[in-house]
């Protein structure tokens, strides 16, 4: 059982929609999947609720109390991807990062949202896991614009950090509307859509390491 986490200490970063994206790949891919949703919004939660009429519904767990998360997934369960509390740093995070796989960082290429999530990766860069390399950190650049300068100054200044960013996902409002139904961009076909998911060949690359 692989269990990802998704964490950002930045609101807005696109945490959930990225979370609930990686749970539909998996589950639409044929491996039972749960969601854990520790964030007390609980759109994740929510968005699970709109899918459970689909042959790929996710089971949504409330992973809130942290501690007692791991005992309510499903022994046949085949992934894990826990959508983390807003603004949790690492040691908020211990209850997690004690046995998943790996971790994801979303980051939108703004120098406000870069310079708000330093913090966040330095308290991870401190976790013992994460310092032995027993613990894989990747980053997304979420929200590109890959036209733009500010984005490939962003890029530029994530490459120079120590770790990989791992996919570059550019800014969609298909993001918001397959969300908003409880989908995601891997349910559709589209020429247009299939261009969009070919942002996320080098994440899925990377997790399956």
Known sequence: MKTVLVASSKGGAGKTTLATHLAAQSALEGMRTALVDADPQASSTRWAQRRAGLDSAVLALDGTRHKGWRRQVPDDTQRVVIDA?????AQD???????????????????IDI???VPFLDSLARHPRVRKGELRVGLVANKLKPWTNVSQQALDLLGRWPYPVV???????????TTALGKSLFDY?????????????SLLK???K
């Open 85 to 89: 509390a807003a603004g949790a740093m």
């Open 167 to 177: 996919a570059q996902l550019r800014d969609s409002q298909a993001y918001v509307v």
């Open 189 to 201: 076909h589209s020429a247009q859509v299939r261009d969009h998911q070919s942002d996320w060949s």
């Open 115 to 117: 310079e708000a999530t």
């Open 93 to 111: 995070l211990e209850p997690f990062l004690q046995s998943v796989d790996a971790v994801l960082v979303p980051i939108v290429p703004s120098t």
């Open 206 to 208: 990377w997790l399956r």
